[in-house]
């Protein structure tokens, strides 16, 4: 059209229009694009569970999200993430990123019914004394004291059958422990589940000693 000896404004205007669109939409791609591979970059950092580096606490848990989004969006599930942006701590992120994943497939699977189209999880994460905190919660139809209590058993399942394998909460709890944490659940039926973890952090100076001594 630019190459006639005469053009239409209004069409020009349009054509214009249409050029300046393609060209947001292409930018809006290629930002989502490079953000995604920043994202699978610190995921590729964190294979390993118990590796040690200093991270910011955000960066991981909407790593985690980012992940799991389109699960989450089929099933109409509104996350809430209340973490601090300067939140940054010295400890194991892959091991964090592991329990994050554990427990919103826990709520996928047990917590919201396959029909379920809303739902609500809530992330909560501070710093107390010398350890990490992160508070998870849902809304869905928790559980008996019962299942409860039998909650981290290795290969303890209500989905026997269904592709319940019994092992999520229970990796996720010997993990924690094995690194000096805590992990506590609290529930009951029609309302939903609550979980606190809390993990030792590592000192700056006790980081700088052992990357000395590499």
């Known amino acids: 059209m630019l190459a006639m000896e005469e053009v239409d404004e209004e069409e020009l205007e349009e054509a214009l229009t249409t050029i300046s669109e393609a060209t947001h939409l292409t930018l809006k791609n290629l930002h989502r694009t490079a953000d995604l591979v920043q994202r699978f970059k610190r995921s590729s950092i964190d294979q390993t569970y118990e ?106 399942t209500t989905l026997r059958g269904k592709g319940g394998s019994g092992l999520g909460m229970y990796i996720c709890y010997n993990l924690i422990h094995r690194n000096h944490g805590t992990l506590y659940c609290e529930s009951e039926p029609g309302n939903g589940v609550w979980f606190r973890m809390t993990l030792p952090t590592v000192s700056q100076e006790q980081y700088e000693q052992q990357l000395a001594q590499l």
């Open 51 to 156: 590796q040690v580096r200093s991270f910011q606490v955000i960066e991981v848990a909407q790593d985690v999200l980012s992940t799991l989004c389109n699960r989450l969006t089929q099933r109409g599930i509104e996350v809430t993430l209340d973490c601090p942006e300067e939140l940054s701590v010295i400890s194991m992120p892959g091991l964090l990123e592991q329990i994050l994943i554990n427990l919103i497939q826990n709520s996928l699977q047990h917590g919201f019914d396959e029909d379920c189209k809303g739902g609500e999880i809530r992330l909560f994460c501070g710093m107390v004394e010398e350890s990490f905190f992160m508070e998870y919660q849902d809304n869905g139809k928790g559980m008996s004291n019962e299942v409860r209590l039998r909650l981290f058993e290795p290969f303890f």
